[in-house]
């Protein structure tokens, strides 16, 4: 009696055992639930994914955008139809020189002080030559007379040492000289020279973030 009963119980477990088996690989073949144990290698038909492709603006995007940078450049010309640079100067040196003084300075106040500066020393050379303390006394109306007397005399050592008293025309050029940033480089470059540079100061990033021309706030970046 006891053996038939075992024996009955282990036939009667058997078919449901096999059926669960059976159920659970059918469900994981058909939802991809299976996954591959540890040390195993992937199949060889198995494929890499992809990494997303960057989305690039689309054409009617960009004639927007040309639209509406037309739309700002015609309302600036009808406001500023006669805009150019308003610090007096005659040749390149002089520019670059009142472009020096015009940190933290007016630029009323600066042409105010040229006329003298320039009469006094009409050449890099002239200048390189100068006393400090003349030169600060020139310029002392300016505002932070002391500094700006070092940068003109060095400005001026530096062009008569390494450009024969010359104005250099490239940005790179430009910034080696003492007293001279991005923003003076370029304001010399386009106009002393008619090169195209866009000179970028704290209004122009607030304005050109204003008009979503840029979310970025470094110079350099905005330029580019």
């Known amino acids: 009696m006891t053996a038939r009963r075992s024996t009955t119980r282990s036939a009667a477990k058997s078919p449901a055992k096999s059926t669960a088996k ?3 690989k059918a469900k994981a073949k058909a ?6 144990r540890p040390g195993l290698k992937p199949k060889p038909n198995s494929k890499p994914k992809k990494s997303p492709r960057a989305v690039r603006p689309s054409a009617a995007g960009l004639t927007q955008e040309k639209r509406r940078m037309s739309t ?3 309302r600036l010309h009808k406001e500023y139809p006669d805009s150019k640079c308003s610090l007096s100067f005659d040749r390149p040196l002089q520019l670059v020189l009142a472009t020096i003084l015009s940190a933290q300075c007016t630029d009323e106040r600066v042409n105010m002080v040229t006329p003298h500066l320039f009469k006094r020393y009409p050449t890099a050379q002239d200048l390189a030559d100068a006393e400090l303390v003349e030169v ?4 002392r109306s300016t505002g932070f007379y002391r500094n700006k007397a ?8 530096h062009l ?4 024969n008293g010359e104005v250099p025309r490239t940005l790179d050029e430009l910034v080696a ?9 370029n304001v010399v470059l386009g106009n002393a020279f008619g090169i195209p540079g866009l000179v970028v100061d704290t209004h122009v990033t607030r304005i050109a973030n204003l008009l979503q021309l840029t979310d970025n706030k470094d110079a350099v970046k905005i330029e580019h």
């Not at 600060?136 to 310029?139: F, G, L, V």
């Not at 070092?150 to 050592?157: D, F, I, S, T």
């Not at 000289?177 to 480089?185: D, E, H, M, Q, Y």
């Open 22 to 24: 059976a159920s659970v």
């Open 31 to 36: 939802t991809g639930a299976s996954r591959a």
């Open 72 to 74: 700002i450049l015609r």
């Open 136 to 139: 600060e006394e020139i310029i």
């Open 150 to 157: 070092r940068n003109l005399v060095g400005c001026a050592q």
């Open 160 to 163: 008569v040492m390494h450009h």
């Open 177 to 185: 000289l003492p007293g001279v940033g991005r923003k003076t480089a």
